[in-house]
């Protein structure tokens, strides 16, 4: 037998996830800036919902790590928190490292075959301009790695990682790339993909390796010009793990 209401619940859970998505996707590509108060009223009739809905994404958020409670009852877009960028850059490297690694042991024909050929996609967007949806291709061409490598703990924990860089390369890395910078992202990526589709655990590493370097560099560069101090973050060469 049906519970009164269970319609209504079910339809206000789809209803939060989908605020979820859409908040979410707000706050990793900056359309909310980090520090933002959450003011539940307007982000309800921004997206043309109850405040029901803006709540349970709220929460959902928070739990991530995307938004912070703070001790008033205030919520807050999490703060981009640069003394922490050091030790992200160091779980990006050694997961990066150990997906790499693992996709190309793993791989066969047919994913590699789709690897190719959204890197070819990725490659021709990065030359043409570092926006949003390049950003976007690449992320996902990451979480597609991560998805042949197989393992759903360490890609939980990757996932994570990516989306805690997503704002802070947003800001310090595509948008200041030249030309000649996104010309060596998208080689950085033909090198890494050919590594991992012929199943060269040792090239794959080191490609990987080169990748986060390079982006590292940009990004300290780029630090350097706009805030006035170093922060250095390049991870080191690769050895075997």
Same mark, same amino acid.
């Given at each position: 037998?049906?519970?009164?209401?269970?319609?209504? %619940?079910?339809?206000? +859970?789809?209803?939060?996830?989908?605020?979820?998505?859409?908040?979410?996707?707000?706050?990793? =590509?900056?359309? $909310?800036?980090? !520090?933002?108060?959450?003011?539940?009223?307007?982000?309800?009739?921004?997206?043309?919902?109850?405040?029901?809905?803006?709540?349970?994404?709220?929460?959902?958020?928070?739990?991530?790590?995307?938004?912070?409670?703070?001790? %008033?009852?205030?919520?807050?877009?999490?703060?981009?928190?640069?003394?922490? /960028?050091?030790?992200?850059?160091?779980?990006?490297?050694? /997961?990066?490292?150990?997906?790499?690694?693992?996709? #190309?042991?793993?791989?066969?024909? +047919?994913?590699?075959?789709?690897?190719?050929?959204?890197? #070819?996609?990725?490659?021709?967007?990065?030359?043409?301009?570092?926006?949003?949806?390049?950003?976007?291709?690449?992320?996902?061409?990451?979480?597609?790695?991560?998805? $042949?490598?197989? %393992?759903?703990?360490?890609? %939980?924990?990757?996932?994570?990682?990516?989306?805690?860089?997503?704002?802070?390369?947003?800001?310090?890395?595509?948008? !200041?790339?030249?030309?000649?910078?996104?010309?060596?992202?998208?080689? !950085? =990526?033909?090198?890494?993909?050919?590594?991992?589709?012929?199943?060269?655990?040792?090239?794959?590493?080191?490609?990987?390796?080169?990748?986060?370097?390079?982006?590292? +560099?940009?990004?300290?560069?780029?630090?350097?010009?706009?805030?006035?101090?170093?922060?250095?973050?390049?991870?080191? /060469?690769?050895?075997?793990?």
């Amino acid at each position: 037998m049906k519970k009164a209401g269970s319609g209504t %619940n079910r339809k206000m +859970q789809r209803g939060g996830l989908a605020i979820h998505e859409r908040m979410r996707d707000d706050i990793l =590509w900056l359309r $909310i800036e980090p !520090n933002s108060a959450i003011d539940e009223v307007s982000l309800a009739a921004q997206y043309g919902v109850s405040r029901t809905p803006v709540r349970e994404a709220v929460a959902r958020l928070a739990s991530e790590g995307l938004v912070h409670h703070l001790p %008033n009852r205030t919520s807050i877009v999490a703060p981009l928190v640069m003394r922490k /960028l050091k030790a992200l850059f160091d779980m990006y490297y050694l /997961l990066s490292r150990a997906v790499v690694r693992e996709a #190309a042991a793993k791989i066969s024909e +047919q994913p590699a075959s789709e690897l190719k050929g959204e890197t #070819a996609e990725l490659m021709k967007a990065l030359r043409v301009s570092a926006d949003e949806p390049s950003q976007k291709m690449e992320l996902a061409l990451r979480q597609k790695i991560s998805t $042949i490598s197989d %393992n759903f703990f360490r890609d %939980n924990a990757y996932r994570v990682i990516l989306d805690a860089g997503i704002r802070t390369k947003y800001l310090y890395l595509f948008p !200041n790339c030249a030309q000649a910078d996104r010309d060596i992202l998208a080689r !950085n =990526w033909q090198v890494l993909v050919e590594a991992i589709c012929a199943g060269d655990v040792e090239a794959s590493d080191h490609a990987v390796t080169a990748q986060i370097q390079f982006e590292a +560099q940009v990004i300290e560069r780029i630090f350097i010009a706009k805030e006035g101090y170093s922060m250095p973050i390049t991870p080191p /060469l690769a050895e075997a793990v």
